[in-house]
């Protein structure tokens, strides 16, 4: 009986391989959407993950003045090992006449069992060769040093040592360079002494790997206890993770979004497609069930046919979901999905699958045993807006064409439906598009009114904002300072930004509420409002440098940074140890100045510069997703298309020789036929991309939220954008369908039934 | 006395169409023993397809009593009845009714693997009823590439494929012209010579006329019910020669 079944199955499939291929391709795109939505949401993409696991690092990084008591941290409760501890001095490397702080950290020549850094390029320490140093690999990167490249550091005693980069390395420890300072250098224990003679002017840095991450702060507690009085600093693994992130939440929601859209998309495909198959082979399942095929194996070889299609699907959307997240996003050092929310997707896109094909299979089980009934679709009249439309003498074929479009209701329906929501989801697609291009358009939307910001460096303050100011296509300059503030009952730190003074506040996108315009007022960005649980008008209160800050909030900004959750306020209203000198001015430059050209001038005035990353160029990756959505969604209108022609085919088939009888030419009924299943494709693309337009808006205003960006950031698609998607989609339509109209119109027709 | 392969008592169906009860078959008994051929004539509508079907179970009864090969048959649920043909019924169509995907052999072998036998078995049966019907060398052709009459044999052979107690023809010559008429009935005739029980229906005289009885319909309801005289049989000539006007 299986065999039987299998027979029939075969030849099915042998017999509509473009469909099947489509139907396949269909879920395996959207599996493949939702595999990388799932590693993007799960954090996958943050390289602190890979990296960390890689080097086996420690949780917990502990800075004193001297070597602590190993012992006494080692029966720490939850300390499962350690590193170091290692002596670490500041000294300040020598590039290029520029002098950029380091820290050099004392390793083994061995490497370390924890914390161990990952040689990337080059050579790992050697005792014979003490003058070598490994340097992180970011901060390498920034002030571009290479392998064999000089090293050249000065000691806090004003020695000059001439030492070589021998390899580069990366760690799980310390966050990317320049959001992470000071640059970090591994050297020997010998070379260290070298640079820093004094033991007083190095501390030691002592790492504690834990046996479950969620106890750091209880560990972290300990530890201070334990060691009294000798702890400076404590770093933890949440700083660095929070200082690699990328904005992958954004990334990610879009993309579930994507694919959960898609997967009801192809779905209905799906449905559509057995359906629709279902539909034209009554016949044939009529002389199965004339056979002795039973209705419960009818369904079930229907179930199977197309259920292996979709799982097929899945199969290779898992597949091609693997190979993405390892190598389009290789860069970012990504984590496989864990097991947990990859049988989730797999099971449940296999269950919609199931679901989609039952129920258009059980249809076909209960298809009478009587194979001589022909399917006719249901007669109608002309209804009365087809006579007026004869009456005026609109073409008879596209009367007809329109009357038949019609007639049968759920296919008409399906067929609007399985076009619309692809075109939909286009459509959102094209408005995340001109949201990415009105992000680089204008940068002040998003926070980025300033494309530049100098550090003082060696000069003072004001002699850094005469120098930038002197540039002619320098506007403003905005003191400013960042400061992590810890906020109560939060066992975590958030961004701080003082820009501006109250008076002449730095031109913040507010979204809602009003800019601060006064001290002790603050402006925050989404994500801030929801950690806190606050809402505009609330007051908060945060500890910076010890230094309690009180703000009301007055206003939310679109705030790409740290996934929203930043304060920002004048610079007055820090206390004046935090507030001057400030750390940084925020350079608005003339409009239409290039931000490179600028900086490689102040550089040139020794100014140490930095240039702002537009959100959009880090979001890049959303175009390459959204190109591969486009083509996944297209599929699946393609494959509805297909369906919806061959059932319209199926269904006229006879009446191709009335129509002919009664005197129309072939491109007449070539028309018939094109419009019949032209005109819901129509209808289908009319609607989604209406619907995608005008939900394109709110829908990435609403995953601005949620990624703590903030509403306000979202756009529909340029009219332009618009127009050519409908017509390129109305136009591929008419296409696909006339092809098969065009032969059918031509060919010989039987008058008798098959 | 063996049991009969076919009795039907007082077999009634009434269609609702619009409400309206339309009565198709209205009481007919039928028995039919094994070896025999028996001939079901009448004008359209007359209720003679909807009678076959019923024997076959294509179409539910609204009453009365189906036996088929001694036991029971129309109190059986849809999967009962599809069990059933498969095993014992054996059907051949007025449009020949070929799976269009499947290939002529795959199409023969269907109902035997369908049946539960191997599939070298299932290989085996129909190239001897290929080679019987003089289609072996059409085996890998699709339905669309064969004659009518070349589908009407294959169409044979799928329905004996499981060596059917009953063979079931609906209008089994109503598509085809008469070289092929003649070559199908000839088939038929030989298929019944083996012993094959057949309950074939037919508007054409001639057709019936192979049969070993002829039961009229009219209105749902048997008018005649004779056999054909032997001696007025030519014992050896082919079908289409013998012009027998009856009832």
């Known amino acids: 009986m299986i065999t039987a079944g299998g027979r029939w199955v075969r030849a099915d499939l042998r017999a509509r391989r473009g469909q099947a291929l489509l139907s396949v391709l269909a879920v395996a795109g959207i599996v493949t959407a939702l595999i990388t939505a799932a590693t993007l949401l799960e954090d996958g993409t943050n390289p602190w993950r890979g990296l960390f696991e890689r080097s086996h690092g420690a949780h917990v990084w502990i800075h004193t003045k001297d070597a602590p008591d190993v012992p006494a941290l080692k029966a720490l409760n939850g300390v499962t090992d350690l590193a170091g501890p290692y002596r670490s001095a500041p000294a300040t490397l020598v590039d290029h006449g520029r002098r950029v702080p380091i820290a050099l950290q004392e390793t083994p020549a061995a490497f370390p069992a924890v914390a161990r850094p990952l040689l990337r390029e080059g050579r790992w320490l050697d005792p014979r060769r003490p003058d070598g140093v490994v340097v992180e690999r970011s901060f390498a990167r920034a002030l571009g040093l290479r392998p064999g490249s000089p090293f050249t550091v000065t000691g806090l005693n004003g020695a000059t040592h001439a030492l070589v980069v021998s390899g580069l390395a990366e760690s799980g420890d310390q966050g990317f360079y320049p959001e992470w300072t000071p640059g970090l250098a591994w050297t020997l224990s010998q070379t260290l002494s070298l640079v820093e003679p004094a033991p007083g002017r190095t501390e030691t840095v002592t790492g504690l790997r834990l046996a479950d991450p969620g106890y750091t702060d209880l560990v972290v507690q300990r530890a201070v206890m334990a060691l009294r009085n000798q702890v400076q600093r404590v770093a933890t693994w949440r700083e660095v993770r929070a200082s690699m992130e990328l904005d992958n939440r954004l990334l990610g929601l879009l993309l579930a979004l994507f694919g959960v859209a898609g997967l009801v998309a192809a779905a209905l495909a799906l449905a559509n497609a057995t359906g629709g198959r279902v539909l034209t082979q009554l016949r044939d399942i009529a002389t199965l069930k004339s056979l002795g095929f039973t209705r419960g194996q009818v369904t079930r070889m229907l179930v199977a046919e197309h259920g292996t299609l979709g799982l097929l699907g899945i199969a290779l959307g898992l597949l091609a979901g693997r190979l993405i997240t390892a190598y389009a996003l290789s860069d970012a050092v990504v984590v496989p999905l864990s097991p947990g929310p990859l049988v989730a997707i797999a099971a449940g896109t296999a269950l919609v699958v199931l679901v989609a094909v039952w129920l258009p299979s059980w249809r076909g089980g209960r298809t009478p045993p009587i194979p001589a009934a022909p399917a006719a679709p249901p007669r109608g009249h002309l209804s009365r807006l087809a006579r007026v439309a004869l009456l005026v003498r609109l073409p008879p074929a596209l009367v007809l064409g329109a009357r038949d479009a019609f007639t049968r209701r759920t296919p008409a329906l399906l067929t609007v439906t399985g076009v619309a929501i692809p075109m939909m989801m286009i459509t959102i697609g094209l408005g995340c598009w001109a949201t990415l291009d009105d992000f680089i358009r204008h940068p002040e939307k998003v926070g980025q009114a300033a494309a530049l910001a100098v550090r003082p460096g060696d000069l003072t303050a004001e002699e850094a904002r005469a120098r930038a100011m002197a540039d002619p296509d320098v506007v403003a300059a905005y003191p400013g300072a960042e400061l992590d503030a810890l906020v109560p009952w939060q066992t975590r730190t958030v961004r701080t930004r003082a820009l501006g003074v109250s008076a002449d506040p730095y031109p913040f996108p507010v979204a809602e509420g009003r800019m601060f315009a006064d001290r002790g007022e603050a402006v925050a960005g989404q994500g801030l409002l929801d950690l806190l649980g606050v809402h505009i008008g609330d007051r908060v209160r945060m500890t910076i440098g010890g230094t309690p800050l009180i703000v009301r909030i007055v206003g939310r900004v679109v705030e790409p940074e740290q996934d929203g959750e930043v304060l920002s306020f004048g610079i007055d209203s820090l206390a004046a140890k935090d507030a001057m000198p400030p750390q940084f001015y925020s350079l608005v430059l003339r409009p239409g100045a290039d931000p490179a050209e600028v900086r490689a001038r102040l550089q040139a005035r020794s100014l140490e510069v930095d240039q702002a990353v537009n959100p959009a160029d880090r979001l890049a990756v959303i175009r390459v997703i959204i190109v591969a959505l486009v083509v996944v969604l297209a599929l699946i209108g393609l494959a509805n298309l297909l369906t919806a022609s061959a059932l319209g085919l199926r269904d006229h088939v006879l009446d191709l020789a009335v129509l002919k009888a009664m005197g129309l030419t072939p491109r007449q009924v070539m028309a018939t036929l094109v419009t019949g299943t032209g005109l819901p494709a129509m209808v289908g693309v009319l609607l989604g991309a209406s619907a995608g337009a005008f939900l394109s808006r709110g829908l990435i205003d609403l995953e601005g939220r949620g990624s703590g960006v903030g509403a306000g950031i979202g756009r529909a698609p340029t009219p332009g954008m618009f127009a050519a998607t409908v017509l390129i989609a109305i136009g591929a339509a008419l296409l696909v369908v006339l092809i098969p109209a065009r032969r059918a119109a031509r060919a010989q027709v039987p008058v008798t039934a098959r | ?247």
């Open chain 2, 1 to 247: 006395m063996d049991t009969p392969v076919v009795k039907a008592t007082n077999l009634v169906k009434i269609y609702q169409t619009g409400g309206l009860p339309v009565p198709a078959v209205r009481g007919i008994d039928l028995t039919v023993r094994a070896g025999e051929f028996v001939a079901i004539m009448g004008p359209s509508g007359s209720g003679k397809s909807t009678f076959i079907h019923m024997l076959g179970g294509l179409e539910t009864r609204t009453s009365g009593e189906i036996w088929l090969d001694g036991k029971r048959a129309d109190t059986l649920s849809e999967s009962g009845w599809a069990v059933l043909r498969r095993q014992k019924v054996g059907f051949v169509f007025q449009f020949f009714n070929l799976v269009a995907n499947m290939t002529v052999a795959d199409n023969v072998e269907l109902p035997a693997l369908l049946g539960g036998v191997s599939p070298r078995q299932a290989r085996e049966r129909r190239e001897y009823l290929l080679g019987e019907l003089g289609l072996t060398e059409r085996a890998a052709a699709a339905p669309a590439q064969l004659s009518g009459g070349e589908q009407q044999r294959v169409a044979l052979a799928r329905a004996l494929a499981n060596h059917p107690r009953l063979l079931l023809a609906d209008e089994p010559t109503g598509n085809l012209d008469s070289r092929n008429t003649r070559d199908v009935l000839k088939l038929l005739g030989q298929v019944h010579r083996q012993g094959q029980t057949i309950v074939l229906v037919t508007h054409d005289a001639r057709v019936a006329s192979m049969a070993d009885r002829v039961v009229s319909l009219l209105d749902g309801q048997i008018v005649d019910d004779g056999a054909i005289p032997r001696t007025r049989r030519r014992p050896s000539g082919t079908a289409g020669d013998v012009v027998e006007l009856h009832g």
